[in-house]
């Protein structure tokens, strides 16, 4: 089957790199010979009959701009056979001949179930920021989310420090720890929360208590918004018991500002990898496939597949965490055995620095 004509869009969460997946879809499939066009506000779009064509101008300096120029949009009449069905017609009215979808695990739920429903030619691109997607090593806008977070966690520890305070902050994911894990390793936090290796909250004051007894002039807690039972439950039962911890307690939701910003280096270049592979798929007729990185090579795996997986985070690091953290809860009993606690939280002028 000759493609003539293709569309794309990207729906569900904004993640930074869709920009310059556009980008590369659009200046791939012009290359190839094909005429693009951009879908906007998602599957809501397709269903709005939402098209425009895309040129080298129309994407051009958008590689180092965040969110989407397609906008995004959640679609709940596209949950339906009736919503797939009026998208696939109003494709098919605009004679697009496959489409390219950008988005997370819902997004390509509904390509698989839209491409089941009426056979109309789908490939998808992996980008979220969750990294919950099966079948590729991370997904396009992690890279960009991880460091928001490393550079919000690396200001806070200075107001931590200054204060003697323990710290949550909360990073986004939804029900993937990934984003908490790699951004407290590459922190230096104290204590991960993760719903994958839940920890109770008496456990938490433990590995708390144990670096106090060390010396630490600040804690910091990184917890995943997955994880249960939830920061703030962590924050209501450390308050109370602030002055046995010798630390006062803050809690920080990061929140959407992970999903923002210019895109790194590296989110620029895989988007770009993945774009032009998409088009490229769709040239050759290759459809219903996903195309995301695994071991630093472009792959494609069949929709059914990624559906069909469920994604966990690899707990290695976790367990690598564990052992490097000397405020482990393991740890935190010898340590404050032979540390004697303070009574209250200390003031500047008692604080020991940092070993």
Known sequence: MTMKRIAVLTSGGDAPGMNPAIRAVA??????????????????????????????RDVGGIIGR??????????????????????AKNLRAQKIDGLITIGGNGTHKGAYAFTART??????????????????????GVDTALNTALDAIDKIRDTASSHRRAFMIETMGRNSGYLALMSGIAGGAEIILIPEAPLPPAEVKEAIDAAY???????????????????????????????EMGFTVRMTILGHIQRGGAPTA????????????????????????????AGNKVQTTDLARVVACRKTIDLRFYEMFKKIELASPDLARTLAADSPMRSSPVEESEMNPTP
């Open 213 to 243: 007894a060390r010396g630490k002039n600040h804690c910091l807690v990184i917890c995943a918004e997955g994880y249960r039972p939830g920061i703030q439950a962590v924050h209501d039962y450390l308050k109370p018991r602030e002055k």
């Open 27 to 56: 200046r791939m499939g012009i290359s190839l010979g094909m005429q693009v066009f951009g879908v906007a506000e998602g599957y809501q779009g397709l269903l709005d009959g939402k098209f425009r064509a895309l040129n080298l």
């Open 266 to 293: 590296f989110d620029r270049v895989l988007a770009t990898r993945l774009g032009v592979a998409a088009a490229q798929q769709c040239a050759e007729g290759n459809f219903g496939v996903m195309c995301g990185l």
């Open 119 to 140: 056979g109309f030619p789908v490939v998808t691109i992996a980008s979220t920021i969750d990294n919950d997607v099966c079948y590729t090593d991370v997904t396009i």
């Open 66 to 87: 965040g969110g989407t120029i397609l906008q995004s949009a959640r679609c709940e009449e596209f949950k339906t056979d009736d919503g797939r069905d009026r998208a």
